[in-house]
């Protein structure tokens, strides 16, 4: 259950991660403005895929807010933090480019980290009836 919770978590963050490092790459901005962009698309993205779930389960859209901002926080804060931090200590990937492997290499290593890392923390709220425990009785 927290694998699948930590799954759910990370393709919501990945989907914004990866938005947010292209975007932000693509642009030219720097480290910092790209790095906040995709944290920012993260929590939003991780965010829209848990209320996608509540919303359609029938729960008013401001029950179904607080209970993604519950659910959600802890954990999405967690895999930003390990996959924001793998890709600023990797040699070279914050100034990579589109087209270089280092970009592309060092974002799928630091998803992988991020989803390995937060998987005993979302065993650790389920097994306390807190994050998706707290969706799961909402399906």
Known sequence: MAARATLHC???CAIGEVLGMVVGTALG???M???VL???LAFLFGYALTLRGIVR?????RTAVRVALAADTLSIAVMELVDNGVIALWPGAMGAQLSDVTFWGALAVALAAAFV???PVNKWMIGR???HAVVHRYH
């Open 10 to 12: 990370l393709t919501g």
């Open 117 to 119: 890392a937060t998987t």
């Open 29 to 31: 901005w720097g480290s």
């Open 57 to 61: 389960a029938g729960v008013g859209p």
């Open 129 to 131: 009836g807190k994050g």
């Open 38 to 40: 995709a944290i920012v």
């Open 33 to 35: 403005g790209t790095m």
